[in-house]
């Protein structure tokens, strides 16, 4: 159900000139990430919800358990419930205040592939497009009903005791409890939903498909956009648009992306060795895969291996 309050631009938009990029450790072998906070008490309200405004690579799912404030995203703003649901895409700049004490929330990011993974005719490109297209603020945050809050409830704290665990199979229940949280949130939101805030038509999933399987195939070797566009039966101008709608990033950037986190992955494996992956990651040299894998995973990789060895 799209929440029943209205939805204005900010009056003051001074936030947007602070966005920071924000990284977490995300990669192909470990798309999901998940965090809970819970904050009993703390100095006067209005409070800023995270140390600055922020965007992301990835998309979101925020459930805010407890507690009120103000949800900004992009130009406009709307007041937060207890019970509410944030869906974000990748590059929306975000913020949020708090009104009142205490505060809970869990929130998990996921790569856009691992929903696009199911295919651009099936099910992938229309969670996608949930989170991706472009849509004004009242449908992005969602008043759930007391059932749909009861049952999320349930499955964000197993997917917490998962995702801080490391039992066996631990990816594939991630991946398991996400696709149950998408699947309640976005049958429940089409039985509900008063207009359609997405045009599926917009895009051709089809064409991206086949830049995504390009980019795939030929990660390791020097690539351009014109090879992807080439691939996808488009021009270069219209594959950096088509990129932006269906993924909220450049080809360039999801490139980008999708080698480090294959880096991230062979930086684990036994033996491995830093100036070994980056050339086989298709890097001219190691200090560009060190500059490019600080800026997407936020660490050295040096450290990365440090922190994965453990």
Known sequence: MIASFDSAPTEHLEWLGQVQEVRHPLSQSHPIWVHSSVISAGASVPQPSVPCPEQHPYCEVAFVREGRGWQYIGREKLERNSGDLILLGPGLPHYGMHLDWPQRHSVVYFLPTVVFEMGPEGDGARVLARFTQPQPIRHRVLRATPELRARLETLF???????????????????????????????????????????????????????????????????????????????????????????????????????????????????????????????????????????????????YMRRHSQ
């Open 157 to 303: 704290d197993e997917l917490q005791t998962e995702f801080d665990g490391d039992a066996l199979c631990r990816e594939l229940r991630l991946r398991s409890l996400l696709a149950e949280i998408l699947s309640s949130i976005l049958r429940w939101d089409g039985c509900f939903r008063r207009e359609e805030a997405v045009d599926r038509q917009a895009l051709n999933w089809v064409q991206i498909e086949k830049a995504l399987r390009y980019i795939q195939e030929h990660y390791t070797e020097a690539i351009y956009v014109q090879d992807v566009a080439r691939a996808a039966g488009v021009g270069a101008s219209g594959l950096q648009t088509m990129f932006r709608d269906a993924l909220g990033i450049s080809c360039m950037q999801y490139l980008l992306s999708f080698r480090i986190s294959h880096a991230a992955a062979a930086l684990c494996q036994p033996g491995a060795r830093v100036a070994d992956v980056a050339m086989a990651m298709g890097f001219e040299s190691l200090s560009n895969f060190n500059t490019a894998f600080r800026r997407v995973m936020a660490m050295s990789p040096t450290e």
